[in-house]
């Protein structure tokens, strides 16, 4: 028999994903997908329709979360795996997440306004089907009206630092996030860490302060990772002894490069952490239940 196919990091409309949970979770099963674990940012909408979905279509499902933290003055993504959805801290922090969020949507409309571009706010909202408001959803209105041609290109002009659409703010602190996620039962991923503009002595000080903090694992292989990012991150993982997770970080059949079940192996000397007796607790043992 073939190894299972993991995929753990994903998104759907409850974020900025652009398919629905269920149509997530069905695209993962004709993908070959046997594990996947939706990510959706800062909100758990999701889960409840995913697993449904999951238990017709015979995908084993995880719940999960993708957090975002602020560390040292960077945006960094914390992913929970197999967290409880209605645990109430996760809840509650997930809802300041999400408050700070509405704050940001109305500064960066704003921001654009001032820069003769009106009506951002409204046009986010309508790319938005889910509770949260993602710059990604003001991309897809700047795209609509033209003022890019694509949504990398929107964010290089208008949405990352230094450019008129850009709100700096804090998100969660790095001990909040890993507390939310542990505190729900779940298992602390650094999400796409060779994507972070740190150097590396940073990028060392962060997978420190995280496993004191209680994480993990680290996000090995990435959609978003060249092979290169991937064998890098494969030895800092066990250079810190993180466990290595794999996920697409699939968004919509839009972006063809970050598709559902199309990763690579992890690379040798990773301890997956799908393997860990920390991931049979966290996700209620699924895995030896199916092999009795
Ligand atoms: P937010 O969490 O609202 O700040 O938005 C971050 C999201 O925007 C990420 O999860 C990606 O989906 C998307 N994103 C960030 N940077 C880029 C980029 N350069 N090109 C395309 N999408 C991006
Ligand atoms: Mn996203
Ligand atoms: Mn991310
Ligand atoms: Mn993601």
Redesign the pocket.
């Known amino acids: 028999m073939p190894a299972p196919r993991y995929d753990l990091?994903c998104?759907s409309t409850a974020s900025d994903g652009t398919l629905s949970p269920s149509a997530v979770v069905r695209r993962a099963a004709t993908r070959g997908v046997d594990v996947l674990a939706l990510?959706d940012?800062d909100e758990t909408a999701g889960l409840a329709e995913a697993a449904a979905e999951a238990r017709r279509t015979g995908v084993r499902f995880v719940p999960g979360i993708?957090l975002s933290v602020t560390w040292s003055h960077q945006t960094i993504?914390v992913v929970g795996l197999g967290i409880d959805p209605e645990n109430p801290g996760l809840l509650a922090g997930t809802a300041r997440l999400r408050a700070f969020r509405d704050w940001r949507a109305g500064e960066i409309a704003a921001r654009l306004a001032k820069h003769g571009i009106d009506g951002a706010l409204e046009g986010a909202r309508r790319h938005s089907k889910g509770a949260i408001l993602s710059r990604t959803h003001f991309a897809h209105f700047l795209v609509e009206t033209g003022h890019a041609k694509d949504v990398r290109q929107v964010f290089r002009r208008f949405l990352v630092h230094g450019k008129p659409g850009h709100v700096a703010g804090e998100w969660a602190s790095l001990e909040e996030g890993v507390g939310w996620i542990t505190g729900a039962g779940g298992l602390a991923v650094i999400?796409h860490p060779a994507r972070y503009r740190l150097s590396a002595t940073r990028l060392r000080q962060l997978l420190g302060a995280f496993r004191e903090l209680g994480g993990i694992g680290l996000e090995v292989v990435s959609g978003s990772h060249s092979p290169d990012d991937n064998l890098r991150m494969a030895l800092l993982a066990r250079r810190f002894d993180l466990l290595a997770s794999a996920g697409s970080?699939f968004h919509g059949p839009e972006n063809p490069w970050y598709e559902l079940g199309r990763l690579p192996e992890l690379p040798p000397g990773c301890r997956p952490v799908w393997q860990s007796v920390a991931w049979q607790q966290a996700t209620g043992a699924l895995p030896a239940e199916r092999a009795s």
């Open positions: 990091h998104h990510t940012h993708e993504h999400a970080d």
